[in-house]
């Protein structure tokens, strides 16, 4: 149980483009999702906290302007990356945690790697 | 502030036991996760403690002191595909994840 589904995996696009990243839960529900952007051999870093019906909470230096989430139903949230720069190349990975479970794990998709040229 | 410290790499030898130990300082504390992340992919959860003492799961076991503000994930039987980063997150009094930098291992035959 507790499956996210994070599509797509990979991504190569021209500066400029603007990419959308898709994180599910297929079997359960997700009142939060996590999104996260980890750098070659870097830690995981938090960008920010989605909530099902509500704006998502951005960590601090995280532009969301440009890093767009959405959490529109309790089983998907998505990362858009506007206008994209060479230096938005990175490892995105979102999370989800099953509702009513303060103390639980996070289930993580298998990640996006987005190469901007 | 809150801080999670592990060491950055460590080496082990296959089928040897294997110990990475991780300090933490929160703001309240609910809990203490161990991941596991292979070389581009992402994360998949191994433990979880809250009481302390020492929790055992097949090869892998996990320790907390919370008096002590520590941690340890324990390896046994080393295997060749057990090369990973070990990432030590410590949940707070808001249920936040506070992660730490990670810590290689790498296993040699």
């Known amino acids: 149980g507790a499956v996210v589904s994070q599509h797509p995996s990979w991504v190569i696009c021209k500066s400029g483009t603007s990419v959308k990243i898709e994180c599910r839960s297929l079997?359960?529900?997700?009142?939060?999702m996590f999104w996260y952007r980890q750098f070659p051999k870097q830690s995981l870093m938090l960008m920010a906290t989605?909530?099902?019906?509500?704006?998502?909470?951005?960590e601090q230096g995280v532009e969301k302007d440009k890093f767009l989430i959405n959490h529109a139903s309790l089983t998907l949230s998505t990362l858009t990356v506007t206008s994209a720069h060479p230096e938005d190349s990175s490892f995105y990975i979102c999370?989800?945690?099953?509702?009513?479970?303060?103390?639980?794990?996070?289930?993580f998709g298998d990640g996006t790697r987005l190469s901007i040229l | 502030g809150q801080n999670i410290d592990q060491p950055t790499e460590m080496t082990a030898t296959e089928g040897a036991i294997v110990q990475i130990n991780c300090t933490y300082q929160?703001?309240?504390?609910?809990?203490l996760f161990w991941y596991q992340q292979h070389a581009g992919e992402a994360p998949t959860f191994l433990s979880y403690?809250?009481l302390d003492g020492l929790e055992e799961k097949g090869r892998f076991s996990s320790f907390l002191s919370r008096s002590k503000g520590y941690s340890y994930l324990l390896l046994k039987e080393l295997q060749m595909k057990d090369s990973a980063s070990y990432l030590c997150?410590?949940?707070?009094?808001?249920?936040?994840?506070?992660w730490g930098a990670g810590t290689k291992l790498i296993i040699k035959p």
């Open positions: 999370s989800a945690t099953e509702p009513d479970r303060g103390n639980q794990p996070q289930h």
């Open positions: 079997d359960f529900q997700a009142t939060t």
């Open positions: 989605s909530n099902e019906g509500s704006k998502a909470t951005y």
């Open positions: 929160t703001s309240g504390f609910n809990g």
């Open positions: 403690n809250v």
């Open positions: 997150a410590a949940l707070d009094s808001n249920y936040q994840l506070i």
